[in-house]
């Protein structure tokens, strides 16, 4: 019984490990994607729409960078 307890509780962290490291690897993207846009805006002068539309962010996720800008 205490077995299948350890066994039980060893998968669970696991699986928030796995889930602990891709939202790790989403927010890692979401800054470089912020990243990208700064450095488009910055160093060419475009707008923040146009610099989206260069790095190829759907329409559905600016306005969540936008307020990070």
Do not use: C, W
Request: no cysteine; aromatic share 2%; charged share 40%.
């Amino acid at each position: 019984m205490e077995e299948l307890y350890n066994e039980g509780v060893a998968e669970g962290r696991e699986e928030g490990r796995e889930e602990g490291r891709e939202e790790g690897r989403e927010e890692g993207a979401e800054a470089e994607r912020l990243r990208g846009i700064k450095s488009l805006i910055q160093s060419l002068g475009i707008t923040a729409d146009a610099a989206m539309n260069a790095l190829g962010i759907d329409q559905e996720q600016r306005p969540k960078y936008l307020a990070l800008l």
